[in-house]
């Protein structure tokens, strides 16, 4: 679902959602699961309660088989990254957000939809134009990851997409 971009609701603030197949508890899983987590966004621990520790380890090269190195200016995130917060809402299987590091809240809604389930993330409190260029392009690619492994079909590749969408977000900002 490329064509599904985020939005920017505010100057720091991006807002992407998705129509997921299935039912809310088997999304709130993928979400929070580390073992289904870590096969489409990041593994690590978190602790589902307000105050909870949030640790994610990215490992981008382990997303997807056979995907062009990470582009350079991600180099140093692509075999391993931490990320850690704190959870700031916990309303299973509804309602999840996180600080992001030292800055920033990512908020996981999710409800019932015709068809499935309504995934909103917003990610707000981003600094400057090019952190949002990539949070975008990074939650756009990483949703068609979930969404590839939701349906059970092949995965696209993480950095290719990343790359392609960075430099499509950038335009569509540009014309705004």
């Known amino acids: 679902m490329n064509d599904d971009y985020g939005v920017l609701t505010a ?17 709130w899983a993928w979400i929070t699961e580390e073992d ?7 593994g690590g621990t978190m602790e589902l309660r307000v105050g909870g520790r949030v640790a994610l380890a990215f490992r981008h090269s382990e997303l997807t088989p056979a995907d062009d190195p990470a582009p350079a200016k991600y180099a140093a995130m692509a075999d391993h990254a931490e990320l850690l917060g704190q959870v700031t809402v916990c309303e299973p299987p509804h309602l999840l957000a996180h600080t ?13 939809a015709a068809g499935g389930v309504r995934l909103v993330i917003t990610h707000q409190r981003l600094t400057g134009r090019d952190d949002v ?20 079909r092949e995965t696209p590749r993480y950095w290719q997409l990343h790359t392609r969408l960075e430099a499509e977000y950038a335009a569509r900002m540009d014309r705004a």
């Not at 992001?100 to 409800?111: A, D």
């Not at 260029?133 to 059970?152: C, F, I, K, N, P």
Request: proline share 4%; hydrophobic share 45%; net charge negative.
């Open 11 to 27: 100057p720091d603030t991006v807002r992407i959602e998705r129509l997921l197949p299935g039912s809310i508890d088997r999304v």
């Open 100 to 112: 992001w590091g030292g800055q920033g809240e990512v908020r996981y809604e999710l409800s019932e």
């Open 36 to 42: 289904k987590r870590a096969l489409w966004f990041a």
């Open 133 to 152: 260029l990539s949070v975008s392009a990074g939650w756009h690619a990483h949703l068609a990851l979930l969404v590839a492994q939701l349906e059970g």
